[in-house]
């Protein structure tokens, strides 16, 4: 999936320059002319928005696809590990954890009244005859999540400090694309939401393991212009308030039309998307009167030309989402090579936490009642907070050893600590100027989420995470 700052991915006009524009959507107006698509869709060929209640019911979605949801709790050994009861060799690559493994089975997105689940089918909504696959088994091949999406050898998503191997060709994905080139050798239009694992930093908005959407529609290459004036022209949904759309995106060398794509077709794709990104973004976001979108270049292994979408909410420009047009030979690799086609993917944990007002992503995975019985399907809520327990800061400082990554630190607390840890932030790094050795100091905050607790409890953690940290990345304690 598109990796935008903060995760990834998001479409304008062919031409040489541009300037500002907002534009506000009410009224449908006819396109006459697929030669003037780009202008009109962007402008006056704009419909109404469908904005779908927050307090109706859990749309409907198509029937499912994919490999059944983990029940089974996998297990992680010297030699091998277990998931769904499938084993798995392990080598010197693997550096998956027990803890990530236990969140396999937890599933976040098929719970009806979890906020993950709730923006889920709120987005799914807006696509309602799209094919949704939900059940997918986080385990893939680095064919499916690097090379079939046009992952360079040297990408930095390959690195083991990023990714979590089970071994040299099997791993945890780390998007929902991984299973892209499946899902289009079966539908033109398609939904896929999954959890997906990163190696990560440790705060209040990270968190290595957390939930993706995305979405692709494709079109016959020589008819697409034709279709998409069609489609728009009879969409006759309404709007709930308007919408003002900036857009200053331009093609260029650096986010170009692939030589393969008629330019009329690429445009009739690009403006048909972000069209229906706007119409989904207008019904997530259906309380705010007058939502301002703007549209920003951007790049992206496995779509060009590619954009981002971003929102000003409270204030704030707000990142979404990543789009752009498909690679062609991802199509042809799926057997469409006479398709041309749109995708976008997006963070649902992003999105919950603004429009639940969550404040620590911490809490997705709480099982305290006081979280999970505030919320209702297809309800924005605002969260309640129940508890604030004070911090308890402890500092751990080292020599680092060859290799040393802030990431692989990070993963060794998590194993220690669990989720009773809020953050973890670098306060100091040194560097000897006789021997060229690097210290680093790392402060830890211990916070739990639903109980206080004791400084002699966090003390003991500490002791054992000092001791982790020596066994397993031969660091020497200062």
């Known amino acids: 999936m598109f990796r935008t700052a903060a995760q990834q991915w998001v479409g304008r006009s062919l031409r040489t320059g541009a300037v500002p524009r907002t534009v506000a959507l009410s009224s449908a107006r006819t396109l006459n002319r697929s030669t003037a698509l780009a202008a009109s869709l962007g402008q006056k060929g704009i419909r109404p928005f469908l904005c779908a209640s927050f307090h109706s019911s859990p749309p409907r979605l198509s029937s499912d696809s994919g490999s059944n949801p983990l029940k089974e709790t996998p297990t992680l050994t010297k030699d091998s590990v277990i998931i769904d009861g499938k084993t798995y060799k392990t080598d010197q690559l693997t550096n998956v954890t027990s803890t990530i493994l236990d969140k396999t089975t937890r599933q976040l997105y098929q719970i009806p009244t979890h906020p993950i689940a709730i923006i889920k089918d709120l987005i799914a909504s807006t696509f309602p005859d799209f094919k949704h696959y939900q059940s997918f088994s986080p385990v893939v091949t680095t064919k499916e999540n690097f090379d079939d999406l046009c992952f360079s050898d040297d990408h930095p998503g390959r690195a083991p400090t990023d990714t979590y191997y089970i071994n040299e060709k099997i791993m945890l994905r780390t998007h929902t694309s991984a299973h892209q080139l499946r899902v289009m050798t079966e539908a033109d239009k398609m939904l896929i ?48 308030g308007s919408i003002h759309t900036t857009d200053v995106t331009v093609i260029t060398d650096k986010n170009p039309k692939q030589d393969c794509h008629d330019e009329a077709a690429m445009l009739a794709t690009a403006d048909h998307l972000k069209y229906s990104l706007n119409k989904m973004v207008r019904n997530l976001f259906s309380h705010e009167k007058d939502l301002q979108v703007r549209w920003i270049d951007a790049q992206f292994p496995f779509t060009s030309p590619s954009w981002e979408m971003e929102i000003l909410y409270q204030g704030k420009w707000l990142e979404v989402l990543g789009c752009g047009v498909i690679r062609q030979d991802i199509l042809n690799n799926a057997g469409k090579p006479d398709k041309i086609g749109w995708a976008f993917g997006l963070g649902l944990e ?107 409890e966090i003390n003991e953690i500490q002791d054992r995470l000092r001791d982790e940290v020596v066994q397993r990345m031969k660091v020497e304690l200062r």
């Not at 404040?359 to 009642?369: K, T």
């Open 350 to 456: 992003r999105l919950a936490l603004v429009l639940f007002g969550i404040p620590d992503i911490r809490l997705f995975w709480s099982q305290d009642e006081r979280f999970l019985r505030q919320f209702e399907p297809s309800k924005i809520q605002k969260f309640k907070p129940f508890s604030k327990y004070p911090p308890c800061y402890k500092d751990i400082s080292f020599w680092t050893s060859e290799g040393f990554h802030g990431n692989n630190f990070c993963e060794v607390v998590r194993d220690v600590a669990g989720d009773i840890i809020e953050d973890v932030c670098m306060i100091d790094e040194f560097t000897h100027p006789k021997t060229k050795r690097h210290s680093v100091c790392y402060r830890i905050n211990y916070r739990s989420m639903d109980r206080n607790v004791t400084n002699d």
């Open 193 to 240: 939401t999954a959890d997906v694992y990163r190696r990560d930093e440790i705060d209040s908005s990270h968190y290595p393991v957390f939930h993706q959407m995305e979405g692709a529609e494709l079109f016959d290459s020589k008819t697409a212009v034709d279709v998409i004036r069609k489609q728009i022209a009879a969409d006759t949904s309404q709007a709930s």
